[in-house]
């Protein structure tokens, strides 16, 4: 018989603000020159790209540059911050409409979160 997978339990609204994005401590990432993050990313290893790799010289990880407002979220995910921290921080140094912000950064989170760059520490009830 197959297990079935444990499902995630469903967060609120106010579960996800006060979650504290942290950093993947398995990813290598600098801080280049103009102060932005650079991050290294190594790439999967699917059975196609073994078989491009034997024709064609294929890289084993990638760079990814993250612009002035990635990083200042990249330095935020120091699992200290809470979400709602974040927003009111970029809020105050962006000069932006607290609920753009919101927006905008969970939905940058929710990106990060899926590739696997960031996780969420979530407080236990």
Known sequence: MLKQKEKAPKLTRRDILDSRPVRNADLKWERAENGEVRITLPLRKTWWAGILSKVFTAPKQRVLGLDEIGTKVW???DGNRTVEQMIQLLSDDLKMN???VETSLLHYLKTLGSRGLIGF?????
């Open 121 to 125: 520490a979530v407080d236990k009830k």
């Open 98 to 100: 607290r609920r753009e």
């Open 75 to 77: 330095d935020a995910c």
